[in-house]
């Protein structure tokens, strides 16, 4: 695992199985941007998760008042279209991941979450957010920048439908608590009850029936898993 991602992991208390919430955590320091090496050691951690039987689900935590700034300005500001194009689809392939894991993914935002931070919490089964004056949204119009059809289709799919032209064209950006009913989360506490709150929902679904549970995701979300390959394989082509 690289230095900016971490694994750890919990155990289901009094499970006689020994299973496990498996916590995947964010720290480059900074605004945990999406760089080629952040996207592969987060996509590498949950393929971790879901090889291992005794998992019950994947926490994937930030760092204290980050959970993602989003891509590397970096690569984004440098003007090689073609490694934009790749870390951008390399950004689908992460959302697109966490959206179809074979096992649950629980967020837990711990602090701003802005483009495709924002697009990862799309992405988790379960979010949990801190209170406070952090920053939920994409503010990709706002920076001169658009989204790419990947993102408008998870956006759609999970987005409540009267904040979706705000969310999305009018680059809306808000805190937590707004943030539930905009669809980015599903709850917002304290900030010192964030990543125990996202294990204890992560703990819950080991009392769901894990084959059942995948099966029924997939049928739920299979349509849209689609479609995001295919966009995201168009929007690579053009590198």
Known sequence: MSEQVSVSHVDVPDDENGRKVTVISLDDGKAN???????EAIRGAITGAEADPACVAAVLVG?????????DLNVMRAGDAAAVINLVADGGELVR???????????ACTGHALAAGALMLLGADIRVGAQGPFKIGLNEVAIAMTLPEWANTIARERLSKRHLQRAIAN??????????????????????QVLDTAIAEAV?????????????????RGQTLITMADQIAADRSQA
């Open 33 to 39: 941007a999406l760089s080629v090496s952040m996207i």
């Open 63 to 71: 760092r204290e008042g980050r959970f993602s700034g989003g891509f």
């Open 97 to 107: 991941h966490i959206y179809g894991a074979r096992v649950p993914i629980v967020a």
């Open 171 to 192: 680059a809306r950006i808000t805190d937590a608590t707004t943030a539930v009913d905009v669809g980015f989360l599903d709850m917002a506490v304290a900030p010192d």
């Open 204 to 220: 819950a679904l080991a009392g769901l029936h894990a084959p059942s549970y995948a099966r029924a995701m997939q049928e739920f």
